[in-house]
T-cell receptor, first 112, second 114 residues
Framework: DQQVKQNSPSLSVQEGRISILNCDYT??????FLWYKKYPAEGPTFLIS?????DKNEDGRFTVFLNKSAKHLSLHIVPSQPGDSAVYFC???????????FGQGTILTVHP | GAGVSQSPRYKVTKRGQDVALRCDPI?????LYWYRQALGQGPEFLTY????????KSGLPNDRFSAERPEGSISTLTIQRTEQRDSAMYRC????????????FGPGTRLTVT
């Protein structure tokens, strides 16, 4: 039972354009959401988060949008840079303290 | 400052052997989390500690898996009588605050059971 889903295994974007990564969840208990970025041979790195009391959070080139009614969140990267090429994981918390539930990941490739 | 470190980075063991995986959290981080990640999937929660107290072990697959953090710093995840299905990347994370969702991950230990 996959409670957090990233339905796009991969995404390819031209440098300078917008990257949009999507994530859907099924458990209405989730109330905190995070995006992690992972480079090869490294652990996931925390990128940005959003609480369910907000619908948008912005940090530099990265913005996360949350649509609670649709149980959907997205990560926008503008402008995309080749160094953004990595695997991006969506994660959710709220069912029990400390426990994160992750999606399967989306491989983002930004072409120069 | 130093991030989360894990050792060994790679471990190959024969079926039936016990293994111990070590995690050294970021200095000052009070909580420590263990996850397991299969190829092509996201990390899957196993257990976590606030200081030395194990708070939630609901993700441990069976009683062959155990974890400890006796002094509230370094943690060991032990798998007894390993099976091939235990092969995975085992990831450790730590957080500055108790039971936080903002977790900082180590590079992982790749376990292969032959």
């Amino acid at each position: 039972d996959q409670q957090v889903k990233q339905n796009s295994p991969s995404l390819s974007v031209q440098e300078g354009r917008i990257s949009i990564l999507n994530c859907d969840y099924t458990n209405s208990m989730f109330d905190y959401f995070l995006w992690y970025k992972k480079y090869p041979a490294e652990g996931p790195t925390f990128l940005i988060s959003i609480s369910s009391i907000k619908d948008k959070n912005e940090d530099g080139r990265f913005t996360v949008f949350l649509n609670k009614s649709a149980k959907h969140l997205s990560l926008h990267i503008v402008p995309s840079q080749p160094g953004d090429s990595a695997v991006y994981f969506c994660a959710a918390g709220g069912t029990s303290y400390g426990k994160l539930t992750f999606g399967q990941g989306t491989i983002l490739t930004v072409h120069p | 400052g130093a991030g989360v470190s894990q050792s060994p980075r790679y471990k190959v063991t024969k079926r039936g052997q016990d293994v111990a995986l070590r995690c050294d959290p970021i200095s000052g981080h009070v909580s420590l989390y263990w996850y397991r990640q299969a190829l092509g999937q996201g990390p899957e929660f196993l257990t976590y500690f606030n200081y030395e107290a194990q708070q939630d072990k609901s993700g441990l697959p069976n009683d062959r898996f155990s974890a400890e953090r006796p002094e509230g710093s370094i943690s060991t995840l032990t798998i007894q009588r390993t099976e091939q299905r235990d092969s995975a990347m085992y990831r450790c994370a730590s957080s500055l605050r108790e039971s936080s969702y903002e977790q900082y991950f180590g590079p992982g230990t790749r376990l292969t059971v032959t």
